[in-house]
T-cell receptor
Framework: EPEVTQTPSHQVTQMGQEVILRCVPISNHLYFYWYRQILGQKVEFLVSFYNNEISEKSEIFDDQFSVERPDGSNFTLKIRSTKLEDSAMYFC????????????FGDGTRLSIL | GDSVTQMEGPVTLSEEAFLTINCTYTATGYPSLFWYVQYPGEGLQLLLKATKADDKGSNKGFEATYRKETTSFHLEKGSVQVSDSAVYFCALSDALKAAGNKLTFGGGTRVLVKP
């Protein structure tokens, strides 16, 4: 069964540095998403992406964050000038966009900001 | 805005016990409802879904019925196994919005099944 893959599984970064989290969505999917889960808290929506542009973003997704689909397979989340509170598990997801087809999630990247 | 509330865990059970995890939602539209499961060290996996009122989703012995009148989507399993130990997330998406809309999650319920 096709799956969403995320790299790296764990990223440790110094505060103030930039980090790029990578995702390879399922190949025939059209919608891509990033979510995050701070330890012990809810899974929160960050952003959705379709047709090479952001379709929706949450209030968490401020100017510190950006997303990109640099080629036909990768989908990246860039976090600039990282802060301690950016430490979380980041999940990528994709869907075919039928509206009822569920989103398929990757295993997540654990981001630790020191 | 939309929200999902589920019972807090951890829930500790013995093998073969009956499991219920309560989930209620608030939504302005007509959401689709989901249960996702997260096994230790893994990502979120879809467990089951229901897209309209009175639909019953089922998978791996788990069931949940979309109850519009009580805005609930409680997860049940009649006889749990140690392998069911995981964190369970209730979630919704607003099916009336354009395709590709976000998921809103509950806080997750950790379930521990002891042999």
């Amino acid at each position: 069964e096709p799956e969403v893959t995320q790299t790296p599984s764990h990223q440790v970064t110094q505060m103030g540095q930039e980090v790029i989290l990578r995702c390879v969505p399922i190949s025939n999917h059209l919608y891509f998403y990033w979510y995050r889960q701070i330890l012990g808290q809810k899974v929160e929506f960050l952003v959705s992406f379709y047709n090479n542009e952001i379709s929706e973003k949450s209030e968490i997704f401020d100017d510190q964050f950006s997303v990109e689909r640099p080629d036909g397979s990768n989908f990246t989340l860039k976090i600039r000038s990282t802060k301690l509170e950016d430490s979380a598990m980041y999940f990528c997801a994709s869907s075919d966009g039928t509206g009822v087809e569920p989103q398929h999630f990757g295993d997540g990247t654990r981001l630790s900001i020191l | 805005g939309d929200s999902v509330t589920q019972m807090e865990g951890p829930v500790t059970l013995s093998e073969e016990a009956f499991l219920t995890i309560n989930c209620t939602y608030t939504a302005t539209g007509y959401p689709s409802l989901f249960w996702y499961v997260q096994y230790p060290g893994e990502g979120l996996q879809l467990l089951l879904k229901a897209t309209k009122a009175d639909d019953k989703g089922s998978n791996k012995g788990f069931e949940a019925t979309y109850r519009k009148e009580t805005t609930s989507f409680h997860l049940e399993k009649g006889s749990v196994q140690v392998s069911d130990s995981a964190v369970y997330f209730c979630a919704l998406s607003d099916a009336l919005k354009a395709a590709g809309n976000k998921l809103t999650f509950g806080g997750g319920t950790r379930v521990l099944v002891k042999p």
